[in-house]
């Protein structure tokens, strides 16, 4: 960087001269030629005096150019970002074709992916060092992107076609929200049941308007709580007092292993499906007696659980794989709790893994930088 702040330096230098240099003798010359053509003597001093006035008007802009670039010259961090628009930069393309919404919907759609464009920006630190020590200065190249009414294009300030790979789960996110609209809403309450053991089943009403997945919410998109593990799908449920003790107990003890949770079809909508019950939290107060007088008074109890496709393991890149195989009507209806405009703007998603150069300064009209 040091070399290239040196160039970059000299070359500004030496325009300068070159261009006050160019410019005074083109005007010299034009005057000149004028003087020589009046046949005035008046007219052809003012001609002279008007050269050398011009000449020194060059000269002075000369100086004072100089002396403004050297006091405010960028620092080495913004003098590389500077370099990088001038002369494009490597970035990768995302376009989102959208569906038919209201201009709110697409902003908010932008804000809504807003992480993604924060985390594909390029960052520049330079250690700059004095006589007095040292210090360090930054910039950033920001993710741009452009919207119409029909597409949102994302141009990355950082590539990720070297070794980098866009923010994790995004492409998954991505896909699963295009023309998620055409996916049909889950009923407010679904009928299940906890199975354990010899255990008689537990029935219970699974609340879908409060599915969260940890990979659309702490990793990626805007959300409420994060998940206290990975790799689940939280969802709330209204269990009959009736089963107060077991599920107090589970509260506190653990689940324990091979407790399954049988969720029934929605025809048309959703399949039967089992999960793994991995987690069970009693929502409420943590005093048992303060708890179980609201619960009789309200008939439920309400839990929250941590579900999980069976056999899926904890592992890295256990968020991705969950979103592959829990059913696109779990993963949409989550979607649509986090991010509505996700769920209902994006119709197709083309994400160019191979970076092209970018730059906003050439790309054409309407591309915006992307706050930081």
Known sequence: M????????????????????????VLLRVFGALERRMSSPAAGRFFKFAGYFTLATCVAALVGGFV??????????????????????????????????SEAQRQELVRALQPLLTSTSREFYQRVTTRRGGYGVEATL???????PD?????????????????????????????????????????????????APVPLSLVSKT????????QTLRGTQPLPAPCLMAIQAQVPTDHFEWLFDADR?????????????????LPA???ELRQLTLLGSERRRVLWERAAAQGHVAVQLGLAPVGLRESP??????????????????????????????????????????????????????PP
């Open 142 to 148: 920001p993710s741009y992107y452009r919207l119409s």
């Open 273 to 275: 499906g089992e999960y």
């Open 211 to 218: 599915a969260e997945l940890m990979v659309l919410t702490r």
């Open 253 to 269: 003890n653990g689940l324990g292993k091979d407790v399954r949770l049988q969720v029934n079809a929605v025809p048309g909508v």
């Open 317 to 370: 890149g256990c968020e991705a794989r969950l979103l592959k195989q829990l059913d696109r009507a779990w993963t949409v209806t989550a979607l649509r709790n986090v991010s509505p405009a996700l769920a209902s703007a994006v119709k197709q998603v083309d994400i160019e893994q191979r970076p092209s150069r970018f730059s906003p300064w050439y790309a054409g009209f309407g591309w915006t930088a992307a």
């Open 68 to 101: 403004l670039y050297v006091t405010r010259a960028p620092d080495k961090a913004e003098l590389e970002r500077g370099m990088a628009k001038l002369f494009t930069y490597p970035s990768n393309r995302i376009r989102i074709d959208l569906n038919a919404v």
């Open 151 to 199: 597409r949102l294009e994302i141009a990355t300030g950082e590539s990720f076609g070297n070794g980098r790979t866009l923010p994790p789960l995004f492409p998954q996110v991505l896909a699963h929200a295009a023309n998620a609209a055409t996916v049909p809403a889950l009923p407010a309450a679904i009928d299940a049941r906890i199975v354990t053991g010899d255990q």
């Open 2 to 25: 040091g070399f290239l702040s040196f160039a970059f330096n000299a070359a500004t230098v030496v325009l300068l001269i070159v261009g006050v240099v160019i410019v005074g003798v």
